[in-house]
Nanobody, 120 residues
Framework: QVQLVESGGGLVQAGGSLKLSCAASGRIFNIYHMGWFRQAPGKEREFAASIFWDAGFTYYVDSVKGRFTISKDNAKNTVYLQMNSLKPEDTAVYYC?????????????WGQGTQVTVSS
């Protein structure tokens, strides 16, 4: 089994910053990529950012480009999401996910989520 543990969420004023962390542990032989998703109240879960583990390529949803940065620490099997210039519409539960099989667009395990609330 694989566990993903997120941390770093909280309450912040608009314009502020937060950094989320997600540590993967358990039976991990190879990580292909990890991603961050978010789900706002009453909305579908949406993709926010992802990073390929070996090459380091990163992808972002348009609404966070230039404000969020995804990064990783291979030695710690940890992915981060630095969120700057936060807006009230960034308020959501943020989930990390990991792909262990190299299947594009597919994630094998998900974290429990961490709440991010941005006040106006």
């Amino acid at each position: 089994q694989v566990q993903l543990v997120e941390s770093g969420g909280g309450l912040v004023q608009a314009g502020g910053s937060l950094k989320l962390s997600c540590a993967a542990s358990g039976r991990i032989f190879n990580i292909y990529h990890m991603g961050w998703f978010r789900q706002a109240p009453g909305k579908e879960r949406e993709f926010a950012a992802s990073i390929f583990w070996d090459a380091g390529f990163t992808y972002y949803v348009d609404s966070v480009k230039g404000r969020f940065t995804i990064s990783k620490d291979n030695a710690k099997n940890t992915v981060y999401l630095q969120m700057n210039s936060l807006k009230p519409e960034d308020t959501a539960v943020y989930y990390c996910a990991v792909d262990l099989n190299g299947t594009p667009g597919h994630y094998d395990y998900w974290g429990q989520g961490t709440q991010v609330t941005v006040s106006s």
